[in-house]
């Protein structure tokens, strides 16, 4: 499966972004991660594959909504009140298990796009 993530861009703090990772084929769970500068990848949110079942990091919960539409086999992570700190390269990949937040549990990557918050 090849994932191929957009939508990243310049926003104000406070603003909003939308994000797709459209897929070459059927996927299973869908995770967003994140990785900054000089810091690790971390989850940000996973959706499995019906869609009914979401799991959110705590720091972007309430900011973030995880949504898929399976018949374009595209994600979506629709970010609002967005904060310096949410700037980083974000990650869509694909796994089994919505509840592992590990990067190494997901198997197939996105190239990443690039957000960044200004204060």
């Known amino acids: 499966v090849q994932l191929q993530a957009s939508g990243g861009g310049l926003v104000q703090a406070g603003g909003s972004l939308r994000l797709s990772c459209s897929a070459s084929?059927?996927?299973?769970?869908m995770g967003w991660f994140r990785q900054a500068p000089g810091k690790e990848r971390e989850f940000v949110a996973a959706i499995s594959r019906s869609g009914g079942t979401t799991n959110y990091a705590n720091s972007v919960k309430g900011r973030v909504t995880i949504s898929r539409d399976n018949a374009k086999n595209t994600v979506y992570l629709q970010m609002s009140g967005l904060k310096p700190e949410d700037t980083a390269i974000y990650y869509c990949?694909?796994?089994?298990?919505?509840?592992?937040?590990?990067?190494?549990?997901?198997?197939?990557w996105g190239q990443g796009t690039q957000v960044t918050v200004s204060s």
């Open positions: 084929g059927r996927t299973t769970v």
């Open positions: 990949a694909a796994g089994l298990s919505i509840w592992l937040r590990g990067a190494n549990e997901y198997d197939y």
